[in-house]
């Protein structure tokens, strides 16, 4: 069973507040992932981390932030929240290996009012 | 770039088989993943494939063609808790970020 933890599960917050979304995994894997998915449609990759102090932005452009300053800590901030953020964000990680699949967090529903 | 394709939605009886196709054209290859995600939950893990064939796990199988950017998840004896979204996944390259289809909801029907 996968040991990848997100907080806050729901968020409801107020347009120009920043925010910061957690994960923490504690299975040691050295690749983390942000995923956004609105409901019923795909997942799109925002940003991407292969170790500590690295990080990439991912293929759907985001206004979000993250950091990767510990391997178990991939936090995604918000300078200012907006209702076009409105969103479920989606942490997963995996091992180095290739045939390593993703394991994912329960989730953050952002909500921006 | 990335293309993969899924049928947005089918639909099945309860204790039937159906199977699930995946097409995908990618710049690279390093395996393709199968996720089930029920509504309002995380994905989770179905299987992998990184050879040509068949992948056998209990009710599910995959199945790979390298060479017709190809795949299928076979699903038998169809329970209701089967209904969910199935994503299918395709890693370009060894440390390369998997590439997700826009997935296929799937209902189970009594």
């Known amino acids: 069973e996968a040991d990848i933890y997100q907080t806050p599960r729901y968020l409801v917050i107020g347009t120009g507040k920043k925010i910061t979304l957690e994960c923490s995994q504690t299975?040691?894997?050295?690749?983390m992932y942000w995923y956004q998915q609105d409901p019923g449609m795909e997942l799109h990759l925002i940003h991407y981390?292969?170790?500590?102090?690295?990080?990439e932005k991912g293929d759907l452009s985001s206004e979000s932030t993250v950091s990767r300053i510990r391997t178990e800590h991939f936090p995604l901030t918000l300078e200012s929240a907006r209702p076009s953020h409105t969103s479920q964000y989606l942490c997963?990680?995996?091992?180095?290996?290739?045939?390593?699949?993703?394991?994912f967090g329960n989730g953050t529903r952002l909500t921006v009012t | 770039g990335q293309n993969i394709d899924q049928p947005t939605e089918m639909t099945a009886t309860e204790g039937a088989i159906v199977q699930i196709n995946c097409t995908y054209q990618?710049?690279?290859?390093?395996?393709l993943f199968w996720y089930q995600q029920h509504a309002g939950e995380a994905p989770t893990f179905l299987s992998y494939?990184?050879?040509?064939g068949l992948e056998e796990k209990g009710r599910f199988s995959s199945f790979l063609s390298r060479s017709k950017g190809y795949s299928y998840l076979l699903l038998k004896e169809l329970q209701m808790k089967d209904s969910a979204s199935y994503l299918c996944?395709?890693?370009?390259?060894?440390?390369?970020?998997?590439?997700f289809g826009d997935g296929t909801t799937l209902t189970v029907k009594p």
């Open positions: 996944a395709v890693r370009p390259t060894n440390a390369g970020k998997s590439t």
């Open positions: 299975m040691g894997h050295d690749k």
């Open positions: 990618t710049s690279g290859f390093n395996g």
């Open positions: 981390s292969y170790g500590v102090n690295s990080t």
């Open positions: 494939n990184v050879l040509d």
């Open positions: 997963a990680s995996s091992e180095g290996k290739g045939n390593s699949p993703l394991h």
